[in-house]
């Protein structure tokens, strides 16, 4: 999902919650911080920090699919083949 479909996903939480008149446009930065009260500058904040994620939001990030395939390679081309190094002899 996009940073547009998930911005629209808040909108629409929030308009659900009690806003429906829509988000203001500001509201105290403690409070937008906690996630206690929506508003545009939070949003705008997100998109500057980084787009894909919107984790302010409360979006989670989305982990890769194949991360632990990728791990599981690189630990078997290791010389020790993941066992302990012996340190001192």
């Known amino acids: 999902m996009g940073a547009k479909e998930n911005i629209i996903k808040y909108i629409n939480k929030w308009e659900k919650q009690g806003y429906e008149e829509g988000i203001p446009d500001e509201a105290p930065s403690e409070l937008e911080r906690r996630g206690l009260v929506p508003s545009y500058r939070i949003v705008c904040i997100a998109l500057m920090r980084n787009p894909n994620n919107l984790e302010i ?10 991360y632990q ?9 290791r010389k020790f083949k993941g ?5 001192f002899q």
Not at 69 to 77: G, L, P, Q, S, V
Not at 83 to 87: A, G, R, V
């Open 69 to 77: 395939e990728i791990k599981r390679i690189e630990i078997n081309k």
């Open 83 to 87: 066992k302990q190094i012996k340190l």
């Open 57 to 66: 939001l409360g979006f989670k990030r989305k982990k890769s699919r194949y």
